[in-house]
Nanobody, 122 residues
């Protein structure tokens, strides 16, 4: 059974920084892309950052230049470094991975973490 667990959220003043982490546990054959999504109250979930298997990245225009997604393949972990946080970045941040569990039917499957809350406020 594969699980994704996020950590690192919290309350930070505007302009501050946080580093989110997401660990994938279980028996995993391969991981395709990693991504971070966020959902603010009353709003739809939106893609924040994506790290493809070829190493390419994509960011929401709002966070470009302030957030950085990275990964540690040996640990099956992904990170989101968030700098210069703004109040509008307040949301629950969810980790997403497209991966193949060991022994699963061929193909890639989407897994989600439960989320970690990020609040930027004075």
């Amino acid at each position: 059974q594969v699980h994704l667990v996020e950590s690192g959220g919290g309350l930070v003043q505007p302009g501050g920084s946080l580093r989110l982490s997401c660990a994938a546990s279980g028996s995993i054959l391969r991981i395709g892309h990693w991504a971070w999504y966020r959902q603010a109250p009353g709003k739809q979930s939106e893609l924040v950052a994506l790290l493809a298997s070829d190493g390419s990245t994509r960011y929401d225009y709002d966070v470009e230049g302030r957030f950085t997604i990275s990964k540690d393949n040996a640990k099956n972990m992904v990170y989101l470094q968030m700098n210069n946080l703004k109040p509008e970045n307040t949301a629950a941040y969810h980790c997403n991975a497209e991966l193949t569990p060991t022994g699963a039917d061929p193909g890639r499957y989407n897994y989600w973490g439960r989320g970690t809350q990020v609040t930027s406020a004075s």
